[in-house]
T-cell receptor, first 110, second 117 residues
């Protein structure tokens, strides 16, 4: 059974810092992994989908890496901005559904 | 806008009442998913459709919950005899997948927030 852990659970940093959010999963037999952003009380926005054949995927200031063998993915946010404040969730797939961690709540202070 | 839409966005009901939510997926997507999310937690899978067939149901989906996707397009999720523990955000997602279980990116709607008084 796939289990997902995200560390840290919460993070508060000043604007401009580079950040790394960590995601670990127990079953490495995955096709790919998605990273999402969720603003408070809102739905989920897909940020990046990284395939199992890829080691990295980039979108703007975001870079996601995937190491299946160690069961880890990281989301790197460069030059953080107050608008990046949200909860970030990683989700590897199960049989068809996504399996979720509890997320990392990120606060970027101006 | 051609994203996933959900209706209503908010629903307040009294315990014991029935409620129904609707999800309209991205038009070319054949797969549709329902998840439930409580405060401070990640979403939990409820059920999954490929076209009109309901292929997987979580044990979380008790007998009071039923979902349909009658024509392989929109889907409805009904909760009968609501309980206070049903209060949550109900999220719908869609994706395009081919037979054989290949997995593609899921796109989510804005969710329906249910409050049971």
């Amino acid at each position: 059974k796939q289990e997902v852990t995200q560390i840290p659970a919460a993070l508060s940093v000043p604007e401009g810092e580079n950040l790394v959010l960590n995601c670990s999963f127990t079953d490495s037999a995955i096709y790919n992994l998605q990273w999402f952003r969720q603003d408070h009380g809102k739905g989920l926005t897909s940020l990046l989908l990284i395939q199992s054949s890829q080691r990295e995927q980039t979108s703007g200031r975001l870079n996601a890496s995937l190491d299946k063998s160690s069961g880890r993915s990281t989301l790197y946010i460069a030059a953080s901005q107050p608008g990046d404040s949200a909860t970030y969730l990683c989700a590897p797939p199960g049989n068809y559904q996504l399996i979720w961690g509890a997320g990392t709540k990120l606060i970027i202070k101006p | 806008d051609t994203g996933v839409s959900q209706d209503p966005r908010h629903k307040i009901t009294k315990r014991g009442q029935n409620v129904t939510f609707r999800c309209d997926p991205i038009s070319e997507h054949n797969r549709l998913y329902w998840y439930r999310q409580t405060l401070g937690q990640g979403p939990e899978f409820l059920t999954y459709f490929q076209n009109e067939a309901q292929l997987e149901k979580s044990r979380l989906l008790s007998d009071r919950f039923s979902a349909e996707r009658p024509k392989g397009s929109f889907s409805t999720l009904e909760i009968q005899r609501t309980e206070q523990g049903d209060s949550a955000m109900y999220l719908c997602a869609s994706s395009f997948g081919t037979s054989g279980g290949s997995y593609n990116e899921q796109f989510f709607g804005p969710g329906t927030r249910l409050t049971v008084l």
